[in-house]
């Protein structure tokens, strides 16, 4: 016994000096020669489990559990059965006498290595292992103890190390399911003594009734369809058996740990088991209610230390159950009592969302209730709340009882009261997988028209209130927040990107509605346009050679100005989306929408043109300039998406040989703005609206145009060297298209006018490679690298 002392105190002096700071390097390697020089000995083991029960060093203890897993993982079939089980038994008591003693990472060693033993030995050589664990979970005093073990069992049977053989691990895996039903009912039984034991705490008042958070905006949300919550919804709640869920009051601590732990346990347990099997409506409702702990949030000013750890730990209860919850809904899980299940899960899910969405204008911050909860928590709702309508909608949705529209009621006032981009942009998500279920639904179904009329007031809510979101006019301290410069690994900028997923939506509801979807945006543009019509009468003339200056001078007037200027722009560009659907099939009942809106566009540039706003002296140029600049650009680029829908137009509208035609309009109006002082950005847009153009229109005898000739002429003198190679490559192209594409409608050839036309591209070609060919002449081109430097950007230019 003396031996055995002095060893291990010469052990705890070797691990103290080892970790202490001030051993020099060399030391460390001499103490780490003896110590695996020890490792290597016979009976180890023996002095390591003596050693592990009479020490309190912390460095002591983890080696000795190092020199264990050592022997289990390199040892283990050679040893002796006596000794198996005599190392096994000393592991297994001394966790259990120790556990609340010893830190947690040793207690988690230790759990592992009882563990890793199980998977060599259970259950031929340890029958009672997992008997051990579940005795274990379900003592109250030992109960966090056997929850590790579970999890870690759990952890290291399902996804077992390369060194078993594949029938030990699929020996494993049968095994395993064999304790699901067992482990699970430790798991539900733990969380419901929690829930029970709390409840009697929550003062004696009736629950909320389902529509107790809906205050009077939200019943007129859809005033154009039946969203209004009533009887079907409340008798649907009514034949629950739980009650809605109520704010809880916090949990000790001894729950709480015994909550997470129960939580952790059946999120890994449902990471791997076939769900059907198993999951019941029960255990599903209560882990929604541990769920509904990180959805009720308290006031977040002025909360001392003790209230904030309180929010903390409720937090933690509501992400570790949604994620459980996610470990279900991602499983296309229909268990035993399939219409109890779905009943279940709507009523838990259309409550939780009641609570997250509920008005909070009481409090003093007046914020929504998102606002004020977790991030992680909203992230993991928003994920469940897509694989809920990803895989189990059209249950629900095929059920004429299930109050379909007041749940989308609640998605519609999740969605807008995100209080980030980001959650924004993945509630869009959301509703684009709805669409694409809608789509699907409308396409395969006979009832069209009652199907569409039914959710028409839904799809018309959305859209306003997206571009309600969108526009400055309403929410510019928001996006000004958005940068505008910097590109993402998309080139879009994080305003361009939010603009486009908002678009985006509109735009598939458009498909479906586009007559309706059509006004709501054009409206919008008109009211806008007119502003920037309207500022013509503002505008002071030019005095010798100072600019037109814009008598907008006020601070609030200038704002108001540059709000609506980004919010034409925005409408522009959600216009240029509607072309597709007044198009193709659509056109003959569009026509005159599109027609109308063409006309409002050639009008919009003509004037753009005209006063060249970007110009103009403001009272606030730095931001007035580039706003002007961006819609006279967005016009000639909404022009260029109608090109789409004029190629359908000239086909009917023959009248190419007046010099007023569309096409030759849209035309001039493009080489208007390819020329010096034009900024970059109206020119690059000018230009892909000429190559659209030429290329899709194709308009007759469009190369004996005058500013066509006029542009031609000006190329064949290189006059237009100074636009950036990619604007110059697209003009290029574009004057090639006027003069090699077949002209459409145009059948034969001889009214082409091949020979022409090939005269003029054979001389444009050799305007364009004059430079190159004259570089190469010089006899000095080979020998200088100069010239061959100047040469590469007209090999550049010519040769895309």
């Known amino acids: 016994m003396a031996s055995e002392d002095t060893s291990l105190s010469a052990l705890e002096a070797l691990m103290t000096e080892f970790f202490s700071h001030n051993t020099s390097n060399e030391r460390k390697r001499q103490i780490e020669q003896i110590l695996d020089s020890f490792k290597n000995q016979p009976e180890c083991w023996r002095h390591c489990l003596n050693f592990l029960s009479n020490t309190s060093n912390q460095f002591v203890m983890m080696y000795c559990l190092t020199v264990v897993e050592h022997i289990i993982n390199q040892m283990w079939i050679r040893m002796p059965a006596p000794d198996k089980a005599e190392l096994r038994t000393t592991l297994r008591i001394f966790m259990t006498t120790n556990h609340q003693k010893v830190p947690t990472f040793i207690c988690n060693k230790l759990g592992k290595l009882i563990v890793d033993i199980g998977r060599l030995d259970w259950p031929h050589f340890y029958p009672d292992f997992f008997m051990n664990i579940h005795q274990l979970a379900q003592a109250p005093e030992t109960a966090p103890l056997g929850l590790m073990l579970i999890q870690t069992a759990f952890e290291e049977f399902t996804s077992p190390r390369e060194d078993l053989a594949v029938t030990r691990k699929e020996e494993l895996h049968r095994l395993m399911l064999e304790q699901v039903p067992i482990v699970l009912n430790i798991l539900a039984g733990h969380l419901d003594a929690v829930l029970e034991k709390h409840s009697h705490l929550v003062t004696a008042t009736p629950p909320p009734s389902p529509t107790h958070y809906q205050n009077n905006s939200q019943q007129t949300l859809f005033s154009t369809s039946p969203l209004h919550t009533g009887s079907l919804l409340s008798g649907m709640f009514k034949s629950s058996s739980k009650n809605p869920f109520q704010c809880m009051p916090p949990l000790d601590d001894e729950s709480h740990q015994l909550s ?70 991602s499983k296309h899980c229909i268990p035993a009592d399939y219409e109890g299940f779905l009943l279940q899960v709507f009523q838990d899910t259309f409550h939780l969302l009641q609570n997250l969405t509920k008005d909070n204008s009481k409090n003093a911050s007046n914020r929504n209730t998102l606002a004020d909860i977790d991030d992680v928590y909203v992230e993991k709702f928003t994920d469940f709340l897509m694989l809920f309508v990803t895989h189990h909608l059209k249950r629900f949705e095929s059920n004429e009882q299930f109050p379909i529209l007041e749940f989308l009621a609640l998605l519609f006032k999740y969605t807008f009261q995100q209080p980030s981009h980001d959650g924004f942009y993945s509630c869009l998500e959301v509703w684009n997988v709805f669409l694409d279920y809608l789509s699907y639904k409308l396409k395969n179904e006979n009832n069209y028209e009652a199907t569409l009329n039914k959710y028409k007031g839904v799809l018309l809510a959305l859209v306003q209130e997206i ?9 510019q301290s928001s996006l000004e ?53 309207d500022l013509e009468q503002y505008l002071k003339p030019p005095l010798n050679s100072s600019p037109a200056e814009l008598n907008v001078v006020g601070e609030n007037e200038c704002r108001r100005l540059h709000c609506s200027l980004r919010d034409l722009s925005s409408m522009l560009q959600a216009l240029g989306r509607m072309v597709i659907y007044m198009s193709g099939e659509h056109f003959t009942t569009r026509k005159l929408d599109a027609q109308k809106t063409l006309e409002k566009l050639c009008h919009a540039a003509t004037y753009s043109n005209r006063h060249k706003f970007y110009e103009v002296k403001t009272a606030a140029p730095l931001v007035l300039k580039g706003d002007f600049i961006e819609v006279h650009a967005q016009i000639l680029a909404t022009l260029k998406a109608f090109c789409y829908w004029l190629t359908q137009y000239v086909k009917e509208t023959r009248d190419e040989n007046s010099e007023n035609s569309i096409e030759k309009i849209i035309a001039e109006i493009a080489i208007a703005n390819i020329k010096r002082n034009v900024p970059e950005k109206v020119t690059h847009s000018a230009a892909h609206l000429l190559i659209s153009l030429t290329a899709t229109v194709r308009p007759v005898n469009l190369f004996q145009f005058i500013p066509v000739q006029e542009l031609l002429a000006l190329i064949g003198k290189l006059e237009l060297r100074f636009l950036p190679i990619e604007t110059q490559i697209v003009v290029y192209r574009s004057m090639s298209n006027v003069l090699v594409l077949p002209w459409a409608n145009v059948t034969s050839d001889a009214q082409q006018m091949w020979p022409i036309r090939s005269s003029q591209h054979d001389l444009l070609i050799q305007a364009l490679s004059e430079p190159l060919r004259s570089a190469c002449s010089n006899p000095n081109f080979f020998q200088e690298k100069m010239l061959q430097e100047h040469a590469k950007s007209n090999i550049y230019g010519f040769s895309r």
């Not at 571009?467 to 929410?475: A, G, S």
């Not at 509605?513 to 502003?531: A, K, Q, T």
């Open 260 to 329: 997470v732990l129960s939580l952790k346990c059946l999120a890994q347990l449902l990471s791997w088991i076939p769900l059907s099997s198993y999951i019941t409506s029960s255990l599903l409702t209560t882990v929604f209610h541990f769920a509904s702990f990180g959805c009720h949030p308290e006031p977040v000013m002025n909360v001392g230390m003790q209230q904030a750890q309180t929010l903390r730990k409720n937090t933690d209860l509501g992400i570790q159950a949604m994620g459980c919850i996610n470990e279900i809904m």
């Open 467 to 475: 571009f309600r979101k969108l526009q400055f006019r309403y929410n």
């Open 481 to 533: 927040e958005l940068d505008d410069e910097d590109l993402d690994d998309d080139s879009f900028t994080e305003w361009q990107s939010f603009l486009c997923q908002c678009l985006e939506i509109a735009s598939k509801i458009s498909e479906l509605l586009p007559h309706e979807i059509f006004h709501l945006v054009f409206s919008v543009f008109e009211e806008n346009l007119r502003i920037y019509f």
